[in-house]
């Protein structure tokens, strides 16, 4: 393997362990605790309400631990990847629905993610977001790059 490959599989797997971290401690943690997360999300000036929470308060946290597990097997990687940063797009969405448009912000976070802002939230999970999709790319075989054609000489 040159560099080049070794750089790239180093950032997946990097990425993937570290999302196996995140995602399986938010979800253990969102289960253990589910009538606080059900409460959080009932009580969100975004997703409020009854149906919402009860519905999320189960798909999200077993998503997460789902992703988490499939990132753990190299043959289910890449589909953990975009399920990561489906993942991502979501929360990044719903922070960036509570920065900028709720009446109000809510407390929901637990664990390391409660000492930031709603603002530091969203730079995180931009970064997150941005390193699932660079694990996405790297982990897909490319023959090249895909917008530039080769040149073909006369």
Excluded at 28 to 47: A, C
């Amino acid at each position: 393997m040159n560099r080049h490959q070794i750089f790239r599989e180093t950032i997946v797997q990097t990425a993937s362990l570290l999302f196996i971290v995140l995602f399986a401690y938010a979800g253990l943690t969102k289960l253990l605790e589910g009538h606080m997360f059900y409460d959080n999300i009932r009580n969100s000036p975004i997703l409020g309400g009854k149906a919402m929470a009860s519905l999320a308060s189960w798909v999200i946290p077993l998503s997460e631990l789902a992703v988490s597990l499939l990132l753990i097997w190299k043959k289910t990687r890449l589909m953990a990847l975009y399920g990561a940063a489906v993942l991502m797009l979501l929360f990044t969405g719903y922070t960036v629905a509570i920065v900028f448009f709720a009446p109000y912000r809510p407390c929901s976070c637990g664990g390391i993610i409660s000492l930031l802002s709603w603002e530091q939230h969203l730079v995180l999970n931009a970064i997150l977001l941005l390193l699932a999709l660079l694990a996405i790319w790297f982990s897909r075989k490319h023959k090249g790059i895909p917008w530039k054609k080769a040149r073909q000489d006369p």
